[in-house]
Structures are given as C-alpha cells and as structure tokens.
C-alpha cells in the first residue's frame, strides 16, 4: 500500500498570506494524485487532478505541483474562506489519501 | 446538475448491517465508475470500495473486505453498499464519490453530503 504522508499537520496563517502545504508518497505515483479541500460539515471537493490541473471551478490561486513522490498545493494568497483541511489522494495502486492538513486562521 | 445522494445511514448494534443507498441524477451514472469512502469522527479520509461503470470490477479496503459488498443499479442510477459485520470501527460518514478520470488520471470529481452509521450498543 502505497503511504502518503502530510506536512505540517497544522498551519497558522492569516488572510492574504502564501501556503505551501506538502504531500510525500511513499513509492512513485507519478502524477496520478490530487488535493481536496473539506471545510467543517461539509464533504470534501476536488482541488486539483493529476497533480497539477485545476478542477472545474478552482480558482487561480490554488495550484499544485510535483511528480513522482513529492508533490505541493500551494494558495498563493489566503481567502477568508480556504481556511480548511486539505488532503492529498493517490491512485497509481488503490486509492488511498494522507491523513490531512488544517489551515487555521492565526 | 450533478447530485448524489446517501440514504440509509442509522445506529445499528455490533454485529449488524446496514445497507447504504446512493441515488445519482444529472449524468449518466452508468459511464462512471463509483466509490465508497468513509470518515470517523475528528478523522482524515478512507476509501472503502470501488465498482466499475459497468464490467462488474469490485475493489474493496482490506479493512472492510468479506463484511462488505458494493453493487449498483445502472437502470436506476442508484449505488449500494452492503455492510455486514459491523464494529464500532466502522462508526463514520459514509461518502459516495463520482470517479472522473483525465487522460489517464482519474480523481474523485463530486461527493454526496455523507450518511453517518453509528455502531453502538
């Protein structure tokens, strides 16, 4: 089973700053992995497919990167509203996700 | 419009079963391979199961395998998940998810709003 693991578990940040969040696989993906956003009460949705490609919908400041076994989603500029948890989610063998970052307002 | 939508969620004992529904509109379900992914209380997510569009392929989590079965009905737009053998494990929103797949990469595209099955005595 292929392992992702997430870095930080949690940031601080406040509106209008960079984030930069980190998903390592433990074996190459490829670029089969993508990022999902879930607020509170709410199910998760598609941020980014195929490690680099917006989602229908997404706005521009969130983009990801990477290949192989290390990836980044990063928000160029915090909204109000991207304060969440964030996980990435592989599909080179069966699906599984990392275990997620929070965003919290500092 | 895009909807899916879980029923069938509830308590049940350890040891029982539950059977979940997903009931699909605003696309051609039968095009679409589905998935089952669940979430515990304060926990990250878990995918549980997968069903192709329509040759019969079944995939299932090694935690949930021989207690749980998915099928569905391409007539009805409907997905299932049979759930026997339930423990307290097993507690969590229960999440139909739409596979979308891209030149050659596929991803989870819309999710229902959850059903939540608690297992408790």
């Known amino acids: 089973e292929i392992v992702l693991t997430q870095s930080p578990a949690t940031l601080s940040l406040s509106p209008g700053e960079r984030v930069t969040l980190s998903c390592r696989a433990s074996q190459s993906v490829g670029t089969f992995l993508a990022w999902y956003q879930q607020k509170p009460g709410q199910a998760p949705r598609l941020l980014i497919y195929g490690a680099s490609n917006r989602a229908t919908g997404i706005p521009a400041r969130f983009s990801g990167s990477g290949s192989g076994t290390d990836f980044t989603l990063t928000i160029s500029s915090l909204e109000p509203e991207d304060f969440a948890v964030y996980y990435c989610?592989?599909?080179?063998?069966?699906?599984?996700f990392g275990q997620g970052t929070r965003v919290e307002i500092k | 419009e895009v909807q899916l939508v879980e029923s069938g969620g509830g308590l049940v004992q350890p040891g029982g079963s539950l059977r979940l529904s997903c009931a699909a509109s605003?696309?051609?379900?039968?095009?679409?391979?589905m998935n089952w992914v669940r979430q515990a209380p304060g926990k990250g997510l878990e995918w549980v199961s997968y069903i192709s569009s329509s040759t019969g392929m079944l995939y299932y989590a090694d935690s949930v395998k021989g207690r749980f079965t998915v099928s569905r009905d391409n007539a009805k737009d409907s997905l299932f998940l049979q759930m026997n053998s339930l423990s307290a494990e097993d507690t969590a929103v229960y999440y139909c998810?739409?596979?979308?797949?891209?030149?050659?990469?596929?991803?989870?595209?819309?999710w229902g709003q959850g059903a939540l099955v608690t297992v408790s005595s």
């Open positions: 998810a739409r596979e979308y797949c891209d030149g050659g990469t596929c991803s989870f595209d819309y």
């Open positions: 989610q592989q599909r080179s063998s069966w699906w599984t």
């Open positions: 605003g696309f051609t379900f039968s095009n679409y391979n």
